[in-house]
């Protein structure tokens, strides 16, 4: 028996005993309605319907050997005798196979699943199904026709009542906190709608693990951990998919359980509240007008320090540049750049647009704002993420003349490509040492000396 044939027997079963009135009735739809969202008691509870329902009509997966004598001696109830059928390899049982296809999330279920846990994103496009594996969009052999589509489209909507069916641009979140993309109608091609799915993945949120997946130098775990007690305002930039969340997440974790701090987040990626659980750190959501809205109270607020997971645009750009300038420490924030010389410009010229001022006094107050930039890299090749480089940012001072005032921006750590490995230069200016000896005198002179130490082993040339 081929397998569609088993999803309609299974959904006009099922669908038989849902249909009806009264109470009973109520529970199922509302059973049903959960499953397609994913709730994991409701989707239970339908599996092990369909478990029930292919054992009474003595159908079976074909390399499962439990139930030969109940098929080989009973007929369907509609007077079939479907007997063996053959699963689809990408789902993990017939029970499973089954949901997805008729309610659940069709082909795209195996990326939910332990095989791809470690994959970020994943994307339908038409009826193709991709889905990032070690660090490569692969085409999968599953497909996902127009009706399922929608179906499926349908489904995720469930999610967000408030989303209307007919717009042709979605942003929703599922319940495990993959964020789900879609665009449909006039903004694609026909027939080539898009489902994009992205999630935040890293088994561990620890230098350590990060230096053995290749992404930092193990030798300098150490400084790293260093810098964190030392108070440093830092920036992690790079391109998508580098690795600037993950390592902001592991710097995070080192942080002080003791101090309060503010993450402010576009989307829910980083899960806080997992990492240090009993860290008093306040998680809000905010984007554009929001954090306009927000930001005069986040800097009256006494947080020790602040996260700005990712600065998209100006306001957050100006939102992180007044909280520093209140002297606040510990900041960390990610920002897409491709060259962080550029850093202090590239944001000021953020701010100007949307705040207005003059790009070369604001690029001024962004270089104060700052002590650190780490620069990430996905290299396409090797498919490996990799710390490319660490500059230290500030602003030089004329004590005749503000006008003079310069920016500077000096390379501490640089990586090698050809040979992976990573160079270091010592070198810590006076406003560096003032914060650090301000903050932990212990962990700052800890960071001099393996700075020192590291210098010594690789200099850059």
């Known amino acids: 028996m081929k397998f569609k044939e088993v999803c309609a027997m299974t959904e006009r079963a099922l669908t038989g005993e849902w249909d009806g009135e009264g109470e009973a009735a109520e529970r199922a739809l509302h059973t049903q309605k959960r499953a397609m969202i994913g709730y994991e008691d409701e989707v239970r509870r339908i599996k092990e319907r369909i478990g029930a329902l292919l054992r009474e009509r003595g159908v079976s997966p074909e390399d499962d050997e439990t139930s030969r004598a109940c098929a080989d001696s009973r007929e369907a109830s509609d007077g079939e005798n479907p007997s063996k059928f053959e699963v689809p390899p990408w789902y993990a049982s017939a029970e499973d196979a089954i949901f997805h296809e008729v309610w659940g999330l069709a082909g795209m279920a195996e990326w939910f699943g332990p095989e791809y846990a470690e994959s970020s994103s994943a994307k339908i496009i038409g009826e193709r199904i991709y889905y990032l594996d070690r660090g490569v969009m692969r085409l999968m052999p599953q497909t996902m026709d127009s009706d399922r589509r929608e179906q499926l489209v349908r489904a995720l909507l469930l999610l967000s009542p408030e989303e209307r069916l007919d717009r042709e641009f979605h942003e929703i979140y599922m319940l495990d906190g993959t964020r789900v993309t879609i665009f449909r109608g006039g903004l694609t091609k026909k027939e080539s709608d898009v489902i994009i799915f992205r999630r935040y993945v890293v088994p561990v949120y ?108 100006g306001i957050a750009l100006d939102t992180a540049v007044r909280i520093a300038g209140k002297g606040t420490r510990r900041m960390k924030m990610t920002f897409h750049l491709r060259d962080p010389l550029s850093f202090a410009s590239d944001a000021a010229a953020e701010i100007v647009r949307r705040v207005g001022g003059d790009v070369a006094d604001t690029a001024l107050r962004v270089a104060a704002s700052f002590d650190y930039i780490f620069h990430f890299v996905n290299l396409r090749r090797s498919n490996a993420k990799k710390l490319k480089g660490i500059y230290e940012i500030g602003v030089m001072r004329d004590e005749g003349s503000s006008s003079k005032d310069r920016i500077y921006v000096n390379e501490i750590c640089r990586y090698n490509c050809e040979n992976d490995s990573w160079k270091w230069t010592y070198q810590i200016s006076r406003d560096k040492r003032v914060i650090g000896e301000e903050e932990d005198p212990q962990a700052f002179r800890a960071f001099e000396a393996g700075l020192k130490d590291l210098f010594k082993k690789g200099a850059l040339s």
């Open 206 to 313: 620890t230098f350590e693990e990060q230096s053995a997946r290749g992404t930092i130098p193990r030798e300098a775990v150490p400084l790293f951990k260093d810098m964190v007690r030392s108070g440093f305002n830092v920036v992690f930039c790079g391109s998508v998919r580098s690795a600037k969340t993950t390592f902001l997440s592991t710097w995070q974790s080192c942080e002080d359980p003791a101090l309060e701090g503010v993450m402010v987040e576009t989307d829910p990626e980083i899960p806080l509240h997992r990492l240090m659980p009993k860290a008093p750190v306040v998680q809000l959501l905010a984007d554009g007008e929001k954090l306009s809205n927000i930001s005069k109270n986040l800097m009256r607020s006494d947080a020790d320090y602040f996260i700005l997971a990712e600065a998209r645009d």
